[in-house]
């Protein structure tokens, strides 16, 4: 066979290989920069935020995943539900969307709002938003469609939010060098240092069902736990590069991490 033949079959046949490669992957579900993780009971699968594609996907218990929103949003974030509804942050306005229909019902601008990032929700169903490119919190009322934005030296670039409901507080992590855990009381709206650490780039921010925190540093690569006694930090999650929101999931005691720069979820069971 001449070497011309040989170049030519070898070019069809990387062709042929690319092309099955491509077609297998055509129309396959995704991770792609995932950023924010909740679970829906009625379900009972997951809901994950894709920074890259800008599309809300579902997971169920195995990990297999399917579309549940897609085209909607440009850079969807943080998330978090409350009954029917699923609150979705998308740089400067958030989207309600009704989780038995998997469709957007209302959509509001946050004003003045620059990078919206987590949120979260108190007993009384206001929405608590981070800014991290505007260094604040929104507060938005969803009945009086009313806003209120509150800053502090406190926060540098704020990210993860979590609702301490038995010390009305709200705990915020920076995405900067050594970030404390900053609280915001919510029935005065006042800032203070909860606890001080030697971390830094903190993003996710979680408390699971015995009162531990646990939070996502992208300095360290790593989670750290705050234990009940909130006297020392436990290192022994290492090697989350990445990591951002936590989610802790109550019925299998464990901690569902998004890995936005691996584009997997990781599980990790708790003791």
Request: net charge negative.
């Amino acid at each position: 066979m001449k070497t011309k033949q040989i170049i030519l079959i070898i070019i069809i046949l990387a062709a042929v290989i690319t092309l099955f490669l491509v077609f297998r992957n055509f129309g396959k579900v995704k991770l792609d920069k995932p950023e924010s993780i909740v679970y829906d009971p009625v379900s009972e699968k997951f809901l994950i935020s894709n920074v890259g594609n800008g599309n809300i996907v579902a997971m169920d218990e195995q990990g297999s995943l399917s579309e549940f929103i897609s085209g909607e949003f440009d850079a969807p974030k943080g998330m978090i539900i409350q009954a029917d509804k699923l609150y979705i942050t998308d740089p400067n306005q958030i989207h309600v969307v009704k989780l038995s229909e998997a469709k957007i019902v209302e959509s509001f601008y946050i004003e003045g709002a620059k990078g919206l990032n987590d949120i979260a929700i108190d007993e009384y169903g206001k929405l608590y938003i981070t800014d991290t490119i505007d260094n604040c919190v929104f507060v938005y009322d969803p009945t009086s469609k009313t806003q209120e934005r509150l800053s502090s030296p406190l926060l540098q670039a704020p990210n993860g939010i979590i609702y301490d409901k038995p010390r009305w507080q709200m705990f915020i992590v920076n995405l900067s060098q050594h970030s404390p855990i900053i609280s915001l009381n919510t029935r005065d709206k006042s800032f203070s240092i909860f606890k001080d650490t030697m971390y830094s780039d903190l993003d996710g921010i979680a408390i699971d069902d015995l009162g531990r925190i646990f939070f996502s540093s992208w300095k360290e690569n790593m989670i750290i736990e705050i234990p009940q006694e909130q006297n020392r930090f436990v290192t022994n999650f290492k090697g989350y590069d990445g990591a951002a929101d936590i989610y802790y999931h109550l019925p299998g005691n464990e901690l569902l991490v998004p890995m936005f720069k691996h584009n997997k979820i990781e599980r990790i069971p708790l003791d």
